[in-house]
Antibody
Framework: EVQLVESGGGLVKPGGSLRLSCAAS????????MNWVRQAPGKGLEWVSS????????YYADSVTGRFTISRDNAKNSLYLQMNSLRAEDTAVYYC???????????????????WGQGTRVTVSS | EIVMTQTPLSLSVTPGQSASISCKAS???????????LYWYLQKPGQSPQLLLY???RRFSGVPDRFSGSGSGTDFTLKISRFEAEDVGVYYC?????????FGQGTRVDVK
């Protein structure tokens, strides 16, 4: 069974830092691209960042570029999000989610964000 | 950035009846392989989002066949046939063509 378990959330002051972790199990973590997606209180979903299997390709939303760093440790089956210079607008539940590629006998399909963790809550407030 | 617009933003459905949600993209989501990169997710109350459909109409494992997707280019529809109480929640469409991946605003569906 695929499981993604986030941790590391909490209350932090504006300008502070936090490191989120996502522990993966039930699949071959090193073979899958991974993502962070967040949801502000009462709001919709916002993609934050993606990282490829060997960390060669990394992408960020404009809203977090220069402040957040995504990384992974395939030996530990873990995904991370280092968040610096935090702002009130970064307050959200942060989810890690997996990307997959599925193939039939004739075609292959990207299957983005197919499994999600339960989320970890980050609150930025003085 | 591709903007995704969902309608309606809220919907009340009688159990056993059908419901449809529309999702419109600001540009075509057609990939070079001829498949549109359009996804549907459901976030049930108090839960994480879960994948329902990918590539417009392909159901994720375990998703009941009362959920179906259609559309091409920029206009897409999620249809829920034979609505059940367990289908309540917020439905999101998402485009996977370009980064940043962008979601619709969400459609809140409840029981009438």
């Amino acid at each position: 069974e695929v499981q993604l378990v986030e941790s590391g959330g909490g209350l932090v002051k504006p300008g502070g830092s936090l490191r989120l972790s996502c522990a993966a199990s039930g699949f071959s973590f090193s073979n899958f691209n991974m993502n962070w997606v967040r949801q502000a209180p009462g709001k919709g979903l916002e993609w934050v960042s993606s990282i490829s299997t060997r960390s060669n390709d990394i992408y960020y939303a404009d809203s977090v570029t220069g402040r957040f760093t995504i990384s992974r440790d395939n030996a530990k089956n873990s995904l991370y999000l280092q968040m610096n210079s935090l702002r009130a607008e970064d307050t959200a539940v942060y989810y890690c989610a997996r990307d997959d590629l599925v193939c039939t006998s004739t075609s292959c399909y990207d299957r983005h964000l197919d499994y999600w963790g339960q989320g970890t809550r980050v609150t930025v407030s003085s | 950035e591709i903007v995704m617009t969902q309608t309606p933003l809220s919907l009340s459905v009688t159990p056993g009846q059908s419901a449809s949600i529309s999702c419109k993209a600001s540009q075509s989501l057609l990939q070079s392989d001829g498949v549109a990169s359009l996804y549907w997710y459901l976030q049930k109350p108090g839960q994480s989002p879960q994948l329902l459909l990918y590539a417009v109409s392909r159901r994720f494992s375990g998703v009941p066949d009362r959920f179906s997707g259609s559309g091409s280019g920029t206009d897409f529809t999620l249809k829920i046939s034979r609505f059940e109480a367990e289908d309540v929640g917020v439905y999101y469409c998402m485009q996977g063509l370009n980064l940043p991946r962008t979601f619709g605003q969400g459609t809140r569906v409840d029981v009438k």
